[in-house]
């Protein structure tokens, strides 16, 4: 059995920071990509960031150059460290643990970012 705990989020100004983590406990196979992914009210969820031994580090668009997304595999925990915070980057942000070889997705309970004007 696969838990993912995120822990961050909150309230920021536009332009401010926040950071979230997300650990995943379990058995847990080393052929995986661990990411971030948001859903806005009325929008579908999509991809922040993920990270793989397959496919390297992927960040969206909107999100590169203002986002550092980060993993210790260690403690099999990722990060994403967001600044420059834009109203627009507000959403639920789930951590995704999926694996490649059983296509199993394992998503966390979501925290929520907001960011004001």
């Known amino acids: 059995q696969v838990q993912l705990v995120e822990s961050g989020g909150g309230l920021v100004q536009a332009g401010g920071s926040l950071n979230l983590s997300c650990t995943a406990s379990?058995?847990?196979?080393?052929?995986?990509?661990m990411g971030w992914y948001r859903q806005a009210p009325g929008n579908q969820r999509e991809l922040v960031a993920s990270?793989?031994?397959?496919?390297?580090?992927n960040y969206a668009d909107s999100v590169k150059g203002r986002f550092t997304f980060s993993k210790d595999n260690a403690k099999n925990t990722v990060y994403l460290q967001m600044s420059s915070l834009k109203p627009e980057d507000t959403a639920v942000y789930y951590c995704?643990?999926?694996?490649?070889?059983?296509?199993?997705?394992?998503w966390g309970q979501g925290t929520q970012v907001t960011v004001s004007e």
């Open positions: 990270i793989s031994s397959i496919a390297g580090t």
């Open positions: 995704n643990l999926y694996y490649f070889i059983t296509r199993e997705n394992y």
């Open positions: 379990g058995s847990i196979s080393s052929l995986n990509s």
